[in-house]
């Protein structure tokens, strides 16, 4: 179940203004209790449930793609090479996260329960040659590999309970990953 994704990003909380108006704009209406009752009063049929609709909160966002131009850029993605740098790179850190493997740190050995599996190297791929197509690029190289090992790995390795028990997490591991690149 944890490789139903291709990556996970993770948002922290808003600060505590961000949050109050939130709170305020997803729990009301703008249309105004008083209003209705006047309107009411002045004889209109409130039954009517386009009046209830919410124009404050009807989406402003606009489409910049459409699903044939979203299937173009897929495809192109999957047509980007893979120089081989990329290949050892992302090997280097898929198997290295993986405890047990030989050659394996032992800090990796010490603190992860489960490594990536082989679907990990197909979503670092992926994701590499979509972020190198969103540079402008028509190749990935190992910057973006390494600009996406958060979000590829954090869901496809588990931690053991002694490394979390002693402050280590995601981040060290990836750390950890990252400098021996």
Known sequence: QLDRF?????????????????????????NDIRDLFARSAAGEDLTNPEIYRDKNRESKVKAVLGPNDLILIQDLTRRLPLPEKVVDAIMHIVRGARPGEPGTDDFITKNVKWGPGPRAAQAFALVAK????????????????????????????????????????????????????
Do not use: C, Q, W
Not at 12 to 20: H, I, L, T, V
Not at 151 to 163: E, G, Q
């Open 6 to 30: 291709l990556t996970k990003i993770p948002f922290g909380y808003p600060d505590e203004n961000a949050e109050r108006k939130i709170t305020a704009k997803t729990t009301g209406t703008s």
């Open 130 to 181: 979509a972020r190198a197509l969103m540079r402008g690029e028509l190749a990935p190289n190992v910057d973006d590999v390494k600009a996406i090992m958060g979000p590829v790995l954090v869901h496809r390795m588990a931690l053991k309970y002694t490394a979390k028990n002693n402050g280590i997490g995601f981040a060290d591991i990836i750390k950890k990953l990252s400098n021996d690149l």
